[in-house]
């Protein structure tokens, strides 16, 4: 069955770093759309990077832009997410998701609505 194991959360200072990764199995991953997602305590879900199946799109959430990367590895089914400079507004559980649709507007990269499927989440957090 699909599954999509997140790693790499943990608490930091603001203006550390942490890289996240998540391990998928059990679909056809190269050809997937692929995004993290996060979510704050009262918060709604965020699409905060998306990575299309050849790497070549990959869109990011304003409040993101210039401090996160997002990466995949087709070969080892594996999606990154190297965050710099972090700040106390990016604490949250991150969430790994796909989506099996073949084609994506700029604006459905980010849409968590997007994505089938959804890891377990790993927690970020950053303090002051």
């Known amino acids: 069955q699909v599954q999509l194991v997140e790693s790499g959360g943990g608490s930091v200072q603001a203006g550390g770093s942490l890289r996240l990764s998540c391990a998928a199995s059990?679909?056809?991953?190269?050809?997937?759309?692929m995004g993290w997602i996060r979510q704050a305590p009262g918060k709604e879900r965020e699409g905060v990077a998306s990575v299309s199946p050849n790497g070549g799109v990959t869109p990011y959430a304003d409040s993101v832009k210039g401090r996160f990367t997002i990466s995949r590895d087709n070969s080892n089914n594996t999606l990154y997410l190297q965050m710099n400079s972090l700040k106390p507004e990016d604490t949250a559980m991150y969430y790994c998701a796909a989506s099996s649709r073949p084609w994506l507007s700029y604006y459905d990269y980010l849409d968590p609505k997007t994505y089938t499927y959804w890891g377990q989440g790993t927690q970020v957090t950053v303090s002051s």
């Open positions: 059990g679909f056809s991953y190269r050809t997937y759309h």
